[in-house]
C-alpha cells in the first residue's frame, strides 16, 4: 500500500447501541465518495474492549490537497443526503490526530483479516527522530499543520509517535521512547470491517 503525505487517526464514539449502524452507513455511503475526492480510507475498525469506539485511518497526497478535499465532500451531495444519519449515531468525533509517515511502509493486507495493532506514544516534544526504534512497520509522527479545515478539529499542542502492525503482540516500548513519554502508550487492537484496507 503506498505511503501518502497527510494521515489521520480518527477515533470515534458512537451512542450505545449505534455502533453497528455507523459502520455499516460509513462502509456504505462514505468509503468510495470519499476516495472520489482524494481521500482513501485506509482502514475502519471496531475495537471490542470498547463496545461504542469506531475508529478510522483516512490519508491524503499531502497538506495542500487536504482542505480542497474536505470541502468537496462536505459540501457534497453524498455527506448532505447522510449526515443527519451519520451524525445521529456519534457522540463524540472529535478525537483526531493529523499524523505524517517518517518511517516504513504500510502493511500488506493478509489473505485473511486479523488483528490490527495501532499503538500511541505521547511526548513533551517532537520525537521523530526515534522512530527507527520501533520494531512495527511504519511509524507516523504529529504533523505541525496547520489544519486548514477547522470545521473538522484536529489535536493540537501534542506530540505522538504512531505505530501501525498487523501483529496484534504488544511490544515492549523502545528505551528512548520509554525516557521521552509523558505518559503510558496507548495499544488499540482492533478488529477490521468488512471494507478495511488495513487488515
Known sequence: MPVPGIVELRRYTAHPGRRDELVELFEREFVDSQAEVGMPILGTFRQPSQPDAFIWVRSFPDLASRAPSLTAFYSGPVWAEHRTAANATMADFHDVHLLCPVRGQFPPPRDEPGVVRISVHHFAGPADEHADHSPDPLVLATHP????????????????????????????????????????????????TATSRLR
Do not use: K
Open 145 to 192: 499543520g496547520p489544519n486548514e479545515f477547522p470545521a473538522l478539529p484536529v489535536r493540537e499542542g501534542e506530540h505522538v509517535l504512531v505505530t501501525i502492525s498487523l501483529d496484534p503482540a504488544i511490544p515492549p516500548t523502545p528505551d528512548a521512547w520509554a525516557r521521552l513519554a509523558v505518559r503510558e502508550p496507548e495499544h488499540l487492537l482492533l478488529e477490521p
